[in-house]
Nanobody
Framework: QVQLVESGGGLVQAGGSLRLSCAAS????????IGWFRQAPGKEREGVSCISKSGGTTNYADSVKGRFTISRDNVRNTVYLQMNSLKPEDTAVYYC????????????????????WGQGTQVTVSS
């Protein structure tokens, strides 16, 4: 059974940094695009970032461009999301997801391309 496990969330002050990890197991990791999504209370899940199978293509939501960086280590089967200059509006549960098909040109949480999801990790940014 495919498993995605997020970690690295926590409480941080505005302007601080966190690095999220998405550890994958039980599937051929480098066959999958990996996306990061987030969901704040009362809001729909939104796309944050995506990285292609080889890591050669990345994409970011406008709200995080210049602050977040996605990367992957296909040896360790892990994708990272480095989050800098955090803002209170970044507060959400962050999820990673895997897609065997599709491209990282868009990061739509509702897209059927995202076949596997993790359980999420909470990120809280205090003002």
């Amino acid at each position: 059974q495919v498993q995605l496990v997020e970690s690295g969330g926590g409480l941080v002050q505005a302007g601080g940094s966190l690095r999220l990890s998405c550890a994958a197991s039980k599937f051929t990791f480098d066959y999958y695009n990996i996306g990061w999504f987030r969901q704040a209370p009362g809001k729909e899940r939104e796309g944050v970032s995506c990285i292609s199978k080889s890591g050669g293509t990345t994409n970011y939501a406008d709200s995080v461009k210049g602050r977040f960086t996605i990367s992957r280590d296909n040896v360790r089967n892990t994708v990272y999301l480095q989050m800098n200059s955090l803002k209170p509006e970044d507060t959400a549960v962050y999820y990673c997801a895997a897609a065997f098909t599709g491209l990282c040109t868009t990061i739509q949480a509702k897209s059927a391309m995202w076949g596997y999801w993790g359980q999420g990790t909470q990120v809280t940014v205090s003002s």
